[in-house]
């Protein structure tokens, strides 16, 4: 019969009436005597009804089901059923209604399933990624190598950008806007800033352009400096984002600058002595420019090729705003590199590898004595274990003149992200709300290596799918010219550097036009080899040439078999398709590896390889994710 326990307390009516008798101090709802009587009172059950009867549902303690999602109306959000069994539309008593003036007074029945649901608004967030960290992408949050941004605070970043709509917003001299619109975006109709440029130009420039805290966006002032993290998805444009703001300071310190003022004078003085003698007789034994090896800007990229890419665009803004910018890089010789840093028209920018800027500063250290404004691009890059040593040395020497430091990247690796709070815990953070997401528009399709017809034979499945594309290209080109061929680009990255040549081998066998590229290709040639893939031009052959004299090449076809080298910062804007050999290491790999296709808006295609040893499951992930069109976590 009933029994009490003396140290045992119902977990719902806190008596201490209990059957059958137990010793535990907490006790399951079904044990409680009190309460059980009173499910009996409430269901309209008679006082004789039997103790066994008196179960609990055991949707108790769970959270209430959405509405509309099964059971009868009014069993979801809208009614107040706290576990007392399909109740279906009854009306909800009142000693259960816990909103309005009245709420909570006389509750007999516990609240468990309603603070299940109750969110505070606060944690919304924490819950949002909970849910996110528990169901749907385990396998991706176990090899967790990116640092999280809350989706609250992407939606207020979005609210933010919709203050800027176009490049005359941005407090930028005359002369550097004219050079977006007629130089650099040249032949684009409707130009307008990318969301990293809509953020991080104004902050970079100190103005305030609306919406959220001025100050905080602006930047912090760090022993008279500035420090930013530029984050955003690859292809949206961040090297403007950082450039026109770099180009926009040189100017206006030239303009206050009296050395250089009275140095162009002399210059104009000279020119008039020389006569018809061209300038380059002569210039090299006139007196150096107060700039010469001293740059205002330094821009550091981790690869030549990224160097000339760079310096590329630099140059095209000098073309109209007019300014000084030189690369250093290991694709030079030592005396070009020399002339370039050394001219006596002097220097306003440089941009170079870490490597040999911090090499030419150990010899020369008033090389970096002015700079005032420096960039890391692909800061994640730089600022790992290989690089980081360089980069840090260009940093320190950098650091006393220094008036903006600003890092760039398409990732925040965790690395990073610690390392950052370490070094430079006021740095603002600029990050854009697509963050860590995989282009929109790119589509990832999955080959099972291990099934037929493949067999596991990845180099056979990856041959295959460059044939169906050209194959595909040939049919889009029937009733168009014959004579000429209209090549694809396609990027195969693997994860070691043995495999590309290996694979690039097995290609060329199977008639594919394919290259292998790796840190031990000489830097030339690399730039070379990726050249055709970063034009932004159609690549039309005449299809003698590109089908070679031979019925079983590819002709529509161009391949490169690249490590993560060619994965970084280079702006393949022709490429739309980008083959996974391997399955990256990390989520990191997979965002610039498939980051190479689909930039600046445009249509892209991944297609991965998944072996039997292969993490199936992080694929289907990220698969997952961008289908959803969400961060890799
Ligand atoms: N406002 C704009 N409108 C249209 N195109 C732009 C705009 N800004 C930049 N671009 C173009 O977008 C392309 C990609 O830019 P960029 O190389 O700077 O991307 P990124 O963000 O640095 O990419 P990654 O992270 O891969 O280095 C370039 O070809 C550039 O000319």
Not at 86 to 111: E, Y
Not at 591 to 620: E, N, Y
Request: charged share 30%; aromatic share 4%; glycine share 8%.
């Amino acid at each position: 019969m009933w029994k009490t326990a003396r140290d045992s307390v119902c977990l719902l009516c806190r008596s201490s009436a209990v059957f059958p008798p137990r010793t535990t101090t907490l006790l399951e709802p079904a044990q409680c005597r009190t309460f059980a009587t009173r499910r009996v009172a409430e269901s309209g059950g008679s006082r004789s009804a039997r103790p066994a009867r008196m179960v609990l549902s055991d949707r108790v303690a769970r959270p209430r089901p959405p509405t509309g999602t099964g059971g009868k109306a009014g069993s979801g959000s809208g009614s107040k059923d706290y576990g007392g069994g399909d109740r279906g539309d009854r009306k909800p008593s009142r000693r259960n209604i816990v909103d309005g003036p009245f709420a909570a007074m006389n509750r007999t029945v516990a609240n468990i399933d309603r603070m299940e649901g109750r969110v505070s608004r606060h944690k919304k967030d924490d819950k949002r990624k909970g849910e996110r960290k528990g169901k749907g992408f385990k396998a991706l949050n176990m090899q967790r190598a990116l640092t999280t941004i809350g989706y609250g605070q992407r939606s207020s970043i979005k609210e933010r950008m919709q203050y800027v709509e176009s490049f005359d917003q941005f407090e930028l001299l005359p002369s550097v806007k004219q050079a977006v619109a007629g130089e650099v975006l040249k032949g684009m109709v409707d130009i307008k800033p990318t969301p990293v440029q809509r953020l991080a130009i104004p902050a970079l420039l100190g103005q305030d352009v609306g919406g959220g805290n001025g100050r905080k966006k602006r930047g912090v002032k760090v022993d008279g400096r500035r420090e930013f993290l530029l984050a955003a998805e690859t292809g949206s444009g961040k090297t403007l984002a950082y450039l026109l703001p770099a180009v926009n300071a040189i100017k206006v310190a030239e303009e206050g600058d009296e050395a250089t003022a009275a140095w162009n004078k002399r210059l104009e003085a000279e020119k008039i002595a020389r006569g018809d003698k061209p300038m380059a007789s002569w210039i090299d034994n006139f007196e150096p420019h107060p700039n010469t090896a001293r740059p205002r800007v330094v821009v550091l990229v981790p690869t030549a090729e990224l160097v000339e890419q760079v310096i590329k665009v630099a140059k095209t803004i000098s073309h109209v705003a007019k300014f000084k910018a030189r690369p250093l890089s290991a694709n030079y010789d030592a005396l070009k590199n020399q002339r370039n840093l050394y001219s006596t028209l002097g220097v306003d920018m440089i941009v170079s590898t870490p490597h040999l800027l911090a090499t030419i500063a150990e010899s020369d250290p008033n090389v970096l004595s002015r700079v005032s404004h420096l960039v890391i691009d692909e800061a994640d890059s730089l600022l790992d274990r290989s690089f980081a040593p360089e980069t840090t040395k260009v940093v320190d020497r950098a650091m006393p003149s220094l008036k903006q430091l600003v890092l760039c990247s398409a990732t925040i690796p965790k690395r990073l992200d610690n390392y950052l709070v370490d070094r430079f815990p006021d740095m603002t953070r600029i990050t854009t709300p697509n963050l860590h997401a995989i282009p929109r528009r790119v589509q990832l399709g999955v080959i099972d290596v291990s099934k037929d017809p493949y067999r596991n034979n990845k180099k056979l499945a990856c041959a295959d799918a460059i044939w169906s594309i050209g194959k595909e290209a040939a049919a889009q080109q029937t009733g168009k010219n014959t004579d000429e061929v209209d090549v694809k680009r396609i990027m195969v990255f693997v994860n070691e550097r043995e495999t590309t040549q290996e694979v690039a081998e097995y290609l060329v066998s199977k008639g594919i036009d394919a290259v292998a590229l790796h840190r031990d290709t000489p830097e030339h040639r690399q730039s070379e080899m990726l050249a055709s893939f970063t034009s932004n031009e159609p690549l039309i052959k005449p299809a003698k040439e590109a089908e070679g004299g031979n019925r079983r090449h590819l002709a529509h076809t161009k391949v490169i078999v690249a490590t993560d080298l060619a994965s970084r910062g280079i702006d393949t804007l022709a490429v739309r398709h980008v083959v996974l050999y391997d399955v990256p290491h990390t989520t990191i790999d997979f965002i610039h590896r498939l980051g190479r296709a689909g930039r600046m808006g445009r249509r892209g295609r991944g297609i991965v390889l998944v072996g039997k040893d292969d993490r199936r499951d992080v694929v289907a992930e990220v698969k997952e994710s961008m289908f959803m069109g969400q961060a890799l976590v």
